[in-house]
């Protein structure tokens, strides 16, 4: 039977501005589930939500259609919405368009990017091999999937960009349920500096070849880990 989400013990209520509530608390509401803050199939008390967001229940509400569009919330007549499941079954396709579409985008961002957006690149991938090294592993997955998103910026195609943030968050999820189990830290740093180094010398066809393995192998190694969990423990459910 799904467990109760219990926000009461969370941090001080969030001070957000009036100005886009609903989309601030949906990126909030984003991060507790993919970090596992909101487990996958537990209710949402909107009361106990709203005041650990510090926003009212009608944009909380409107969060929630947010994130039921990108898939991490269940909408359900007369009942309390529930944190959804994770769609292992789900994940190769997932990273199968996710792989077509940062392709896409690097070979774009070969083309399009200023050298200040390559510099930037530069020190992020910079700061997580520093993480990477230190064995951070939080800090470094926060700026993987940075890099990953300033990539697609950097390709100045709005509709590409909004493709990628409807998948991205699902994509996250999966990634920071398997994170302490991952074994791609290695392959996964050096994949990106074969990316950066394509992306410096404008070369979008290779960037993009590159940028589509990296995502698939990610979606293949995700695999392998639930199905290690599982013969781990018959009785998780990811």
Known sequence: MPKTVDVKRARKPLKLKRMGLPQRAADRMRTMIIKGELPPGSR??????????????TPLREAMKVLAAEKLIELRPNRSPRIANLDVKGIPQLFEALAGIERLAAEFAAERATDNDLQRLRTLQTRMEGFYRDGKLEDYFSINGEIHCTIVRMARNTPLQQAHETLISRAERARYLALGAD??????????????????????????????????RTGTALLEVFASQRLNNPAASP
């Open 44 to 57: 949402t008390q909107e009361t106990q939500l709203s005041k650990s967001l510090g926003v009212s229940r």
């Open 183 to 216: 074994r791609r830290w290695s392959d996964s740093v050096d994949e990106h500096a074969g990316i950066l180094a394509a992306l410096e010398a404008r070369d979008g066809e290779a960037a993009g070849r590159l940028l589509r393995l990296h995502v698939q």
